[in-house]
C-alpha cells in the first residue's frame, strides 16, 4: 500500500509507523539524468565539464523541484548533438524557460522622449502589435504568416488595440515586427523555436502567469481563430497541442469549453477534440478533473454530440488508465434520457469487451450492473455486448456467456426485462432476430441460439404475441427450429445456474 501525506502530518505519524513503513525519497538528480541520457555518454560528461551546466545540475541537487525539472534538463541537452560550448548559454536558457528573452520583450513600455503625441501613440502601437504578434507565434509557430499575421491582427481586435489606418502607414513594417521579437521567416512562414527551442511554451506561461487579465480574451481568441473557415481553421493540429498544454501546465481548464464546442462541429474539430479529452483525462496533472468533467457532462442533459463524445473518449486511452471510469461514465450513456447517445455507448462498450487486456473485467462489471447496480443499464449494456449485426464482432463472447451457466441465466432475465417493456421492445426483438441470422450463416451456434432464446421467447410472449412472432417473423432456419422446439415442448431446457457443468 503507498500512503501519500503532507510532509507535517507525517511527521506527526511516523514515529509510530516506522516499524511497518518505507519512506520513499525523490531519486538523486543525477540518477535521473542518468536514466535519461544513459545512450549519451558524452552528453552526461558534458553535464559535469562544463561550469555553466554543471551550475544547473547543482541548482537542481539544492532545490526541491523534484524529478520533472531534471527530466526537462535533459532532454533539452539531448537536443544540441553534437555538443559545442556555444549551446551552454542557450541550454542554460531554455531551462529557464527564456527569461532573459521574455523579461526584454515584456518589460514595461516607455514612451520615447521628445516625440509629438501622434508619432507616441502609433510607436506604442507598434509595441502592442509586436507583443500580439509574438502570442500569435507562440500558438502558431510555423505556419504562414499571413495566418500569423491575420491571428495577430484578430488578437489586437479581441483586446480593442487593433492599429488605426495611421498607425500601420507610420508604424513598424512586418520586417520591423520580426525583427523585434527575434523570429524568423523561413520561406512563407513565421517561426521562434527554431531559433529558441520551447519558446512557444514559455510564452505563454508567462502571459498566464504575469499577465492574468489577458487569460479570457486569449481564450476567446483562441476559439475564434479555431472556428470553421476562421484563420486557423487549418492549423487546428498546433491549435489542440496549446489547448493540451494550457489544461496541463497552466491550469487552464477553461480551454474545456472551446473543446466542448469543437465536439459539436465537424470531422475536423471533432476529431482532435476527442484526442484532447483523451490527453487531458489520463494527464497527471488534470487527469481527475477532466474525467469529473466527463462524469458531469454523462450524467446530464448535454448534446448527443457531447454526449457520443464522452463515449469515444472512455473507449480509448482513458479505460486502459481506469476502467473503473471508463465503464462508469459508459453506464450513465447506456440508460441516459437522449437516447441518441445510447449507440456510442453502446459501441464503446463493444470496443473495450473485445479487448485482450479488459475484456473480462467489462463483462462482469456489465453483469455487475445488470444484478446490483444499475438494472437497466445492465439490460441494455449486456444487448449491446452481444448483437452479432453490430461491429466489432462478439461471437465469441456470446458463446462464452452461453457456456456459463450463471451468465447465461442472467442474459435471459436481462433480455427478458427489455421484452416486457414496451419501449424497449423493439430493439429486444431485432437482437433476436440478429441471432436467427448470425446462427444461419454460422456465425452463431444455432444450439446455442435456442437454447438461449427459447425460454426468453416461452415466457416473454402472451399467445398474440407469440402468434405474431410465429406468423410474420423471418424465414430464417433456426428461428424455424426454435419455433417447431416450443412447439412440441423439445426445447432445451437451461441448466440451472448453480448447477455444476463437467
Request: aromatic share 4%.
Amino acid at each position: 500500500m503507498i500512503v501519500l501525506v503532507t510532509e507535517k502530518l507525517w511527521q506527526e505519524c511516523a514515529g509510530e509507523t516506522a516499524s511497518i513503513t518505507v519512506e520513499l525519497h525523490a531519486p538523486a538528480v543525477r540518477s535521473v539524468l542518468g536514466v535519461h541520457l544513459h545512450e549519451l555518454d558524452d552528453h552526461l560528461s558534458w553535464l559535469d565539464d562544463s561550469d555553466g551546466l554543471r551550475m544547473l545540475v547543482e541548482e537542481l541537487e539544492a532545490s526541491t523541484s523534484g524529478p520533472r525539472r531534471v527530466a526537462e534538463l535533459a532532454e533539452i541537452v539531448k537536443r544540441h548533438t553534437p555538443f559545442e560550448e556555444s549551446a551552454v548559454d542557450q541550454i542554460r536558457e531554455a531551462f529557464r524557460h527564456w527569461k532573459r528573452y521574455l523579461d526584454r520583450q515584456f518589460a514595461e513600455y516607455r514612451d520615447a522622449k521628445n516625440l509629438d503625441a501622434g508619432a507616441v501613440q502609433a510607436q506604442q502601437s507598434g509595441a502592442a502589435r509586436a507583443r500580439a504578434l509574438l502570442i500569435a507565434v507562440a500558438v502558431l509557430d510555423g505556419a504562414p504568416s499571413e495566418v500569423v499575421l491575420d491571428a495577430c491582427d484578430e488578437l489586437l481586435r479581441k483586446l480593442k488595440a487593433h492599429p488605426s489606418a495611421r498607425d500601420i502607414l507610420i508604424g513598424p513594417e512586418l520586417q520591423d515586427l520580426i525583427d523585434v521579437i527575434d523570429a524568423e521567416l523561413v520561406g512563407d512562414t513565421i517561426t521562434v523555436t527554431r531559433k529558441y527551442p520551447g519558446l512557444d511554451k514559455a510564452v505563454l506561461e508567462r502571459v498566464w502567469q504575469q499577465r492574468p487579465q489577458l487569460r479570457t480574451p486569449i481564450r476567446s481568441w483562441l476559439e475564434q481563430i479555431t472556428s470553421a473557415g476562421a484563420v486557423a481553421n487549418d492549423h487546428l493540429d498546433r491549435v489542440a497541442d496549446v489547448l493540451v498544454r494550457m489544461a496541463a501546465d497552466l491550469g487552464s481548464l477553461e480551454t474545456l469549453d472551446i473543446v466542448q464546442k469543437w465536439l459539436a462541429q465537424k470531422s475536423r474539430h471533432r476529431t482532435l477534440a476527442i484526442t484532447i479529452l483523451e490527453r487531458l483525462a489520463v494527464s497527471k496533472e488534470v487527469g481527475s478533473v477532466v474525467r469529473r468533467r466527463l462524469y458531469e457532462w454523462a450524467s446530464r442533459k448535454s448534446s448527443v454530440e457531447v454526449l457520443t463524445g464522452v463515449a469515444e473518449v472512455c473507449a480509448g486511452q482513458l479505460a486502459h488508465h481506469s476502467v473503473k471510469a471508463a465503464l462508469s461514465r459508459l453506464r450513465l450513456l447506456l440508460s441516459h434520457e437522449v437516447t441518441a447517445a445510447r449507440p456510442a455507448a453502446a459501441q464503446a462498450l463493444r470496443q473495450l469487451a473485445v479487448d485482450d487486456e479488459l475484456g473480462d473485467e467489462v463483462v462482469a462489471v456489465v453483469f455487475d450492473w445488470f444484478d446490483r447496480q444499475d438494472h437497466q443499464a445492465g439490460a441494455l449494456g449486456l444487448l449491446a455486448l452481444i448483437d452479432p449485426a453490430l461491429d466489432p464482432p462478439t461471437t465469441d463472447l456470446i458463446h462464452a456467456i452461453a457456456a456459463d451457466p450463471t451468465r447465461a441465466e442472467a442474459l435471459r432475465q436481462a433480455w427478458s426485462a427489455l421484452i416486457a417493456v414496451e419501449t424497449t421492445r423493439p430493439a429486444a426483438m431485432n437482437v433476436v432476430e440478429n441471432w436467427f441470422a448470425s446462427a444461419d450463416t454460422g456465425r452463431l451456434n444455432p444450439a446455442v441460439a435456442i437454447t438461449i432464446l427459447a425460454p426468453i421467447i416461452r415466457n416473454n410472449l402472451t399467445s398474440d404475441s407469440f402468434k405474431e412472432f410465429v406468423t410474420q417473423g423471418s424465414t430464417s432456419e433456426t428461428r424455424k427450429n426454435l419455433i417447431v422446439s416450443l412447439v412440441m415442448g423439445t426445447a432445451p431446457t437451461p441448466i440451472p445456474a448453480n448447477t455444476d457443468v463437467r
